[in-house]
């Protein structure tokens, strides 16, 4: 299933897709735009990874007058798919190995749309598997935001102010949450390498642990890592309280995009 999100309009036009983009009008649905921010599904399968997708959500951006700019955007909104493969191919020991014989991990990924273009577009990527290996161990939620003018994917050094990125404090403080969970978890203040990729008790480099997504209310900063317990929180702050913590250039086409139609 193919889920489409017009940039002309809030409607939703659902059509026929399967591990990919493809334009037109499918057998039996209606008419499926072939631009604008598109959520589709990969069903791939990858067996040197006992891995396979099921109807695992990412965006695309279809339609872009540079293809370059749109193979760009699209292989950095299916990054978290991309990663979710080279993790579990990375951590398959023998004893995974043993236990996965003639079975493969299942894993969904679900899309939750935040700024839908057409300048920046956000999208959230909770990732789900069921392991073919004996494991609680829970896969990371994983933002990714995209300039589409840029034709790249935007990170928290290109979103954040250098003072922000450096002393994260302003930013905690204009933040609302489970900041009481948050405490009990005994989690540590957030720093400048909780926003960059890392190594977090594994052999493969990991997404951000604080990611950044934006929907028409404001920024999120959703905490995720690989674990089970104090691994997910989500906080969030609207756009008025960001002056001086996201910088002004971007401030101002994020506002802008919140509040087109």
């Not at 995974?96 to 493969?104: D, F, H, I, S």
């Given at each position: 299933m193919r889920t489409v999100v017009r940039w002309v309009a809030a409607v939703t036009v659902v059509g026929a897709a399967l591990g990919g983009c493809s334009s037109g009008k499918s057998k039996g649905g209606p008419d499926v735009p072939d631009k604008g921010t598109i959520v589709v599904h990969d069903n791939s399968e990858h067996p040197g990874q006992f891995v396979k997708f099921k109807d695992a959500e990412y965006v695309k951006v279809a339609g872009l007058p540079d293809k370059a700019a749109e193979q760009r955007i699209g292989q950095a909104f299916h990054g978290p798919?991309?990663?979710t493969v080279k993790w579990l191919g990375a951590t398959l020991d023998a004893?995974?190995?043993?236990?996965?014989?003639?079975?493969?991990?299942?894993v969904?990924?679900?899309v939750r749309l935040g700024l839908g273009g057409p300048d920046i577009v956000s999208a959230n990527n909770s990732i789900i598997m069921i392991p073919c290996y004996e494991s609680e161990e829970a896969l990371p939620t994983v933002p990714v935001t995209v300039d589409v003018k840029a034709g790249k994917a935007l990170t928290a050094p290109d979103v954040l102010t250098d003072k922000t990125l450096n002393d994260p404090k302003p930013l905690w403080d204009a933040l609302s949450g489970p900041k009481d969970d948050w405490k009990q978890c005994e989690l540590a203040d957030?720093?400048?390498?909780?926003f960059l990729p890392g190594k977090q008790d594994g052999p493969v480099e990991t997404p951000p642990s604080a990611g950044l997504f934006f929907d028409k209310q404001g920024l999120n900063l959703i905490w995720s890592t690989i674990g089970t317990d104090c691994s997910s929180f989500t906080f969030s702050a609207p756009y008025a309280k960001l002056k001086d913590l996201v910088k002004p250039d971007l401030l101002t086409r994020l506002q802008t995009a919140a509040t087109a139609k």
């Open positions: 798919l991309d990663w004893d995974r190995k043993n236990q996965c014989k003639g079975k493969t991990s299942i969904q990924t679900k957030i720093k400048r390498k909780d």
